[in-house]
């Protein structure tokens, strides 16, 4: 697969991972995610109808949706989003299959693919960052990060 494909991941990788609490598994509903390949690593960004905005004037943890036709189903105050948080580190193999989303999701990730790449590896390098230091990690975008679950996978990647 290339740098961002949307696909869906295989059900069996989320059984695999099924005692991480964090990881969004859902059997009913498909997971469709952006992948993006940073250094080594393949990195699936979970879409989410329902992100919200940090309460804070932090780092963001999501790319939100400007254009997504699915603000209608979301919950008050929430927004449709790539969310950075709750990333997987994935194989090949956890591929299931190439999916389409919202027309006007797809446009903006594809006249934006810099900006999200850019964010997503500032909010990465601010996980990192955090976890060797020790800080922040009562932060929910650090404390209720799916990456914990990839620290030795993290660790390879040169800051």
Request: aromatic share 16%; hydrophobic share 35%.
């Given at each position: 697969m290339r740098n961002y494909s949307i696909v869906c991941l295989k059900q069996n990788y989320f059984d695999k991972h099924k005692t991480h609490f964090e990881i969004l598994g859902k059997p009913q509903r498909p997971h469709f995610v952006l992948l993006l390949s940073i250094c080594h690593l393949t990195f699936a960004i979970p879409f989410r109808t329902n992100a919200h905005k940090p309460k804070n004037n932090g780092i963001s943890h999501c790319y939100f949706f400007k254009t997504s036709s699915r603000k209608e189903k979301s919950a008050k105050g929430r927004i449709p989003a790539l969310d950075f948080s709750k990333s997987l580190v994935i194989e090949d193999e956890d591929i299931d299959f190439q999916t389409k989303i919202d027309d006007n999701e797809f446009k903006e990730i594809q006249d934006n693919r810099q900006l999200i790449?850019?964010?997503?590896?500032?909010?990465?390098?601010?996980?990192?960052?955090?976890?060797?230091?020790?800080?922040?990690?009562?932060?929910?975008?650090?404390?209720?990060?799916?990456?914990?679950?990839?620290?030795?996978?993290?660790?390879?990647?040169?800051?």
């Open positions: 790449e850019e964010k997503f590896k500032k909010y990465l390098q601010y996980f990192i960052t955090s976890i060797q230091r020790k800080e922040n990690l009562e932060h929910p975008i650090i404390k209720f990060s799916t990456l914990h679950y990839f620290t030795a996978e993290l660790s390879t990647i040169p800051l």
